[in-house]
């Protein structure tokens, strides 16, 4: 059963201006093995991570660290939760978390279903 779904997108020039204006975004908003990717990249786990936040209600006290997401050996991204939104989601009874990320003509997408 689907219990939530989110959609955001990045504009990936804004995103990099954001980074280079305010450096101490990247650590807040990334572990250290996601900051290491470039930034088209970061700008696609950032809209992935906000939409987690949207299938998950978007409650307040979520920590954007509480969910890394993470590239399997064929490509494919998933999420790695700890944590608040760990606790988010075993609250929910989500079990299975999908997640397609893209980004072209400088736009970042993610799209998120969770499902119990």
């Known amino acids: 059963m689907i219990v939530g779904v989110g959609v955001d ?3 990936v020039d804004r995103f990099a201006e954001a980074v280079e204006r305010r450096p101490g975004l990247v650590p807040r908003l990334f ?4 900051a290491e990717r470039p930034i088209a990249s970061l700008a696609a786990r950032f809209a992935a991570k906000e939409a987690l936040a949207k299938a998950l209600g978007a409650p307040s006290g979520l920590s954007w660290l ?3 997401v993470v590239t399997d050996s064929d490509g494919s991204p998933s999420f790695t939760l700890t944590g608040t939104v760990a606790e988010r989601a075993t609250m929910l009874g989500i079990v299975t ?4 990320l893209s980004h072209d003509a400088g736009i970042a997408s993610a799209v ?5």
């Open 66 to 68: 509480d969910a890394e």
């Open 112 to 116: 998120v279903i969770c499902e119990a």
């Open 9 to 11: 997108v990045c504009d």
């Open 97 to 100: 978390i999908h997640v397609s």
């Open 31 to 34: 572990t250290p093995h996601e």
